[in-house]
């Protein structure tokens, strides 16, 4: 299995807080991807990246930012979290096109 | 843009075959599928090519439709492990490879 580990893994944080979730990739994967996961919604791309220092806007991106200054780490910080960014998100990496992604196990993050 | 999936749950007795649909309003590069058991991370399943190359799973096939922009996956001979969430995940061409995910289709597999 790929090595992709995702932290922290549970999260409760106030409103009005900023909030960074870590995505660390130990198989030199250029493609990183941050997800959300709610009910009825599947999985919605936050954002993405497709290389150091190049990222892009996914479908829910409003009140998220990204960075990636490594290959193998990509930071979703939400910049003032508010209760409708309580959600499980999952980080994906992958080595290129046409290659499937692997998954992080999630991080649970509660907004109060 | 988030592609469609239908149905959005299905029920099946063990044995029993089902079929998974995926539909985009874009044209498609590659579309990918994948399973989530509950409370864990999705696992890769296959991922088909246009010009109909396939790769992934033996136990399962899709297909898919590059005029329609649309894909199937096809269940046979159910079992209870099969059950979990099945997403299909789809690319639309473009360096930056992103990968877009629908909204999900629940698959219970009962004894």
């Known amino acids: 299995d790929a090595g992709i580990t995702q932290s922290p893994r549970h999260k409760v944080t106030e409103t009005g807080t900023p909030v960074t979730l870590r995505c660390h990739q130990t198989e030199n994967h250029r493609y990183m991807y941050w997800y959300r996961q709610d009910p009825g919604h599947g999985l919605r791309l936050i954002h993405y990246s497709y290389g150091v220092k190049d990222t892009d806007k996914g479908e829910v991106s409003d009140g998220y930012s990204v960075s990636r200054s490594k290959t193998e780490d990509f930071l979703l910080t939400l910049e003032s979290a508010t209760s409708s960014q309580t959600s499980v998100y999952f980080c994906a990496s992958r080595g290129g096109a046409n290659t499937e992604a692997f998954f992080g196990q999630g991080t649970r993050l509660t907004v109060v | 843009q988030q592609p469609v999936q239908s149905p959005q749950a299905v029920i099946l007795r063990e044995g029993e075959d089902a079929v998974i649909n995926c539909s985009s309003s874009k044209a498609l590069y590659s579309v990918h599928w994948y399973r989530q058991k509950h409370g864990e991370a999705p696992v890769f399943l296959m991922i088909?090519?246009?010009?109909?190359e396939q790769k992934g799973h033996d136990k399962i096939s899709a297909s898919f439709n590059e005029k329609k922009q649309q894909s199937s996956l096809y269940l046979t001979a159910s079992q209870l492990s099969y059950s979990g969430t099945y997403f299909c995940g789809t690319e639309h061409g473009g360096a930056t490879n992103k990968l877009i995910f629908g909204t999900g289709t629940l698959l219970a597999v009962q004894p």
């Open positions: 088909l090519l246009k010009g109909g």
